[in-house]
């Protein structure tokens, strides 16, 4: 397996030292300019939240329990290793001004657009769910056609009331931009108030608990079919025994087995680009929600490897 240098250039198999970046990955600042497969970068804002804020520490809290999930060779279920197939780098945190939800979203949409033009696919830590919308924006900058979401959440975050830097109206504001096709998208886990008239395919929370995955698959797959998909994952699509440090919680969520189970079958979708948000460490025990996040987000970049061609058969 590929270690990562440290200290007087030595190999570091430690699963608490040198956790500066996801799954120990050492930080890369000039990440346009470094080839990689993928780009990981953290948001640490979270003005947009309706409820308790906290997720600026989302990005830390992910980083720092994912060195938990660095030392299997080939993480389980997985029959490889990820870091011997494909390259991703860490390119820390966003900066932006604080203060400014406006400048962050412009920041984001610009520094997203360059990794994209750079060839790379961007996985990102939020932060509060706002930062999906720019996240979105560059997608469909970069794609030039509508993107299919495929959104987990208890939220459909389809409001129209908010403000314009608000954490659940991005799904309203999107397909009115034109950046993605409500038709061709999938809401899962959604336990709140929704309008079905938006044109979502919404499985919501209790339908989610009481289909099969294999069911909840073929949804997803028979709505979005071959279109770019971006994978948007609100931690509060978790029930809140699973996930009990987000902003907003909502019981009767999924539990962690059947959403990696869900994720881990998605091999076979065009999937443009992911994002974990909502992860508020300073409301959570024991890490169990980064740890979610931090798993949620390795399984993606194995789900892209499988997709891309790379990892052994
Ligand atoms: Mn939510």
Not at 2 to 21: C, I, K, P, R
Not at 178 to 188: F, K, R
Not at 226 to 239: K, Q, R
Not at 254 to 261: F, G
Request: proline residues 6%; hydrophobic residues 35%; charged residues 20%.
């Amino acid at each position: 397996m590929t270690q990562y240098q440290t200290l007087g250039h030595q190999e570091d198999t430690s699963l608490v030292a040198n956790t500066f970046g996801f799954c120990r990955a050492p930080l890369c600042f000039n990440p346009y300019e470094v080839p990689a497969d993928i780009a990981i970068t953290g948001v640490p804002f979270d003005m947009a939240t309706s409820g308790r804020s906290g997720t600026r520490f989302g990005p830390q809290g992910i980083r720092g329990i994912s060195a938990q999930l660095d030392w299997e060779h080939c993480r389980y279920p997985w029959h490889f290793c990820l870091k011997d197939v494909i390259k991703f780098i860490d390119c820390g945190d966003l900066v932006y001004p604080f203060g400014d939800s406006k400048a962050m979203a412009q920041a984001l949409e610009a520094h997203t657009l360059k990794l994209l033009q750079s060839g790379k696919t961007c996985l990102t830590f939020g932060g509060d769910h706002f930062i999906t919308l720019p996240l979105l924006r560059a997608h469909h900058k970069h794609l030039g056609q509508k993107i299919s979401l495929l959104h987990f959440d208890a939220h459909s975050d389809t409001y129209a009331n908010g403000s314009d830097c608000d954490h659940g109206t991005m799904f309203y504001h999107a397909p009115k931009e034109g950046l993605i096709d409500p038709h061709a998208s999938v809401q899962v886990g959604i336990r709140t108030e929704y309008d079905p008239s938006l044109g979502f395919n919404v499985i919501h929370g209790a339908l989610a608990n009481d289909l099969t995955v294999d069911e909840i698959v073929s949804r997803i797959t028979d709505t979005v079919k071959d279109n770019p998909v971006y994978l948007s994952f609100d931690i509060d699509c978790l029930d809140p025994a699973y996930a009990p440090g987000t902003g907003t919680p909502v019981c009767g969520g999924l539990t962690t087995d059947k959403v990696l189970k869900i994720v881990r079958q998605l091999t076979h979708l065009n999937i443009i680009g992911f994002d974990v948000v909502e992860v508020a460490p300073p409301y959570d025990h024991g890490d169990i929600t980064s740890l979610a996040a931090a798993t949620l987000a390795l399984d993606f970049m194995y789900v892209h490897a499988v997709h891309s061609g790379k990892a052994p058969q």
